[in-house]
């Protein structure tokens, strides 16, 4: 027998069930469809609660358990099948004041010690199920969003086993394309192309595994991948070993990568070089090792040479092709003009200028493409060169195919504004695009046009002739050099005023992009990976320190490489302020 009060046969949820039902005894959770001691069932005079009448004495002093009635007053003894296994000498509940449990709010009424805990047995098991299900979700959850090997597996088949590396060859130059493990990735190409600092559209590189020194800045590699879709991102690096072809190494890069949710084909690309034409590479074989995670994943060679091979000219010209753009060449040409240059139509084409009366030499190329839906960006660069090899200038052309265009020309010039600048002698344009020749013209300045007609017969003159019966005094000789010092001084200051180009940070409010700032004549031009823009100078409404700000009210702000905050605001003005 227990210390506390004495419990009937019954117990657990069953009997908590059944007393919200007034069906079990409040003292002693008992059935009160059975009458374990034989004396009957009594009930409250004023609510109809019910007990065993042992179990009622209980409650005399402590009051009704459903309605609080003190002391308890009862009603006539009911009778009840006696249970067959009590006996009239079953031991009778001891008569103690039942332990005090405040009411419940607003009702009166009260919960026995033991009802109160069969409700916390209830609960707590509820909330154990309830627990036990959260974990399972979430340990689901958690396997489901761990980064795994893709594999396409079959219904009631074994997995597949994460691939391993593809071992390269044995020869250490030969290209090579492997796979990445750990992303269940295969290396699709590995291929290369021509660029600036500031890479243009994808649309327009030129892709070849053979450069041209001369017309050659940037080389940048391009990886391309094949992988099953993700349901993350995963991120990685990539590390680029460049060297010659003999293992010497010239430059490492790393760079960091990833692959989004849903790509199944990404690439990447890095360049090494330098801005400046011919500067980066040297003739020669070289190769790009990429490596990640230390694995060797792809490696190709490529080629820089001094001249290109196969070139056929007709007539002293060079008509090429850009197999990337579709593009063909279908005309190289040169004119003589003045600055601004002479508008389309108006130009005298030829091949034999006069020293005496030739300031800049333009060159013009045509292409005829199928015509793109938008504007493709193509760098051409122009390398003039004289006929004992020296390069007089190399200059870049930023140009575009617009949407529609299916063909158009291109021009770019050099020279002085004052007559004199060329020496006489033969003279070559070579045109580069992606590091190749596309066009090739050549032309000749002579000092005294007239002297041979036949000779010259190509030769039209722009100006009148000269007039050969008043004597003019013999012009003081200049040296080559000292012509080119002042003609470059001579087209720093036409560029200045004219065409300004500068590589510069346009600022954000946070951070900041790289790009071209092209100040012409007219506008103000910016071109970055992240955006471009173009403001003509009677939309800007003043300037701003080092930028502007324009008719819509938005600053712009430019750090220009090699130039303090003061010397950026002075070059602002003097554009500004130029008409």
């Known amino acids: 027998m227990s210390t506390g009060r004495s419990r009937c046969d019954c117990g657990g949820i069953r009997r908590m069930l059944i007393a919200m039902q007034q069906t079990i005894c409040p003292n002693q959770d008992g059935l009160l469809s059975h009458d374990p001691y034989g004396e009957g069932i009594v009930s409250c005079a004023r609510c109809g609660c019910r007990y065993h009448t042992p179990c009622a004495r209980v409650w005399e002093a402590r009051g009704c358990a459903k309605c609080g009635n003190r002391p308890l007053q009862l009603r006539e003894t009911e009778r009840v099948a006696v249970d067959s296994t009590a006996t009239n000498n079953r031991p009778r509940p001891p008569v103690r004041p039942a332990p005090v449990v405040p009411p419940i709010a607003q009702t009166g009424r009260t919960l026995t010690f033991r009802g109160r805990k069969n409700l916390q047995s209830l609960l707590m098991w509820a909330g154990g199920i309830l627990i036990a299900w959260v974990l399972v979700q979430w340990i689901g959850g958690l396997q489901h969003s761990q980064p795994t090997q893709m594999t396409s597996n079959v219904t009631g088949s074994a997995p597949t086993p994460a691939p391993t590396p593809v071992q390269p060859p044995a020869d250490q130059n030969a290209v090579f394309l492997g796979n990445i493990p750990s992303l269940n990735a295969q290396v699709t190409a590995l291929r290369f192309f021509e660029s600036g600092v500031n890479v243009l559209a994808r649309e327009s590189w030129i892709y070849a595994d053979r450069f041209i020194q001369h017309g050659t800045r940037y080389i940048n590699w391009e990886l391309s991948l094949q992988n099953q879709p993700l ?223 036949d000779t010259y017969r190509e030769y039209v003159s722009p100006t009148p002739q000269r007039d050969t019966s008043r004597v003019e005094p013999e ?93 950026a605001k002075q070059l602002f003005q003097s554009w500004y302020q130029d008409n």
């Open 475 to 567: 012009k003081p000789i200049v040296s080559e050099e000292q012509q080119i010092r002042q003609a470059n001084e001579y087209v720093r200051q036409m560029q200045e005023k004219y065409g300004q180009k500068f590589t510069v940070h346009h600022k954000h409010i946070f951070g900041h992009c790289r790009g071209t700032l092209h100040l012409t004549k007219d506008a103000l031009e910016f071109h970055s990976r992240e955006h471009s823009l173009q403001i003509k100078k009677s939309d800007v409404e003043r300037l701003d320190g080092d930028g502007i700000i324009d008719n819509k009210h938005k600053a712009w702000h430019f750090q220009i490489a090699g130039k303090t905050s003061d010397e």
């Open 231 to 453: 349901d993350h991102r995963i991120t990685f690096e990539i590390e680029a070993v460049w060297s010659t072809i003999n293992g010497q190494i010239i430059n490492k890069l790393k760079q960091d990568a990833y692959i989004d949710p849903g790509a199944i084909s990404p690439y990447y690309y890095r360049g090494w070089g330098s801005e400046n034409p011919g500067q980066a590479f040297a003739p020669g074989m070289y190769k790009v090792e990429l490596f990640v995670e230390g694995n060797l994943i792809a490696r190709a060679p490529f080629e820089v040479v001094e001249t290109p091979s196969g070139v056929m000219e007709t007539d002293g010209k060079y008509l090429g092709s850009i197999p990337n753009l579709r593009a063909q060449v279908t005309s190289i040409r040169v004119f003589e003009s003045g600055s601004p240059m002479v508008a389309y139509g108006s130009r005298v084409y030829a091949n034999a200028f006069s020293q005496n009366s030739t300031r800049y030499i333009y060159w013009e190329l045509g292409l005829r493409q199928p015509a793109p839906d938008h504007r493709l960006p193509v760098d051409i660069i122009a390398v003039w060169t004289r006929a004992n090899g020296v390069i007089v200038v190399r200059r870049l052309d930023s140009a575009y195919i617009d949407s529609g265009w299916s063909s158009e020309y291109h021009n770019d010039g050099w020279g002085s504004e004052t007559p004199g600048y060329w020496t006489p002698g033969d003279y070559k344009v070579d045109l580069y695009i992606g590091g190749g020749l596309v066009g090739r013209v050549r032309f000749e300045i002579i000092s005294n046009p007239t002297r041979d007609a």
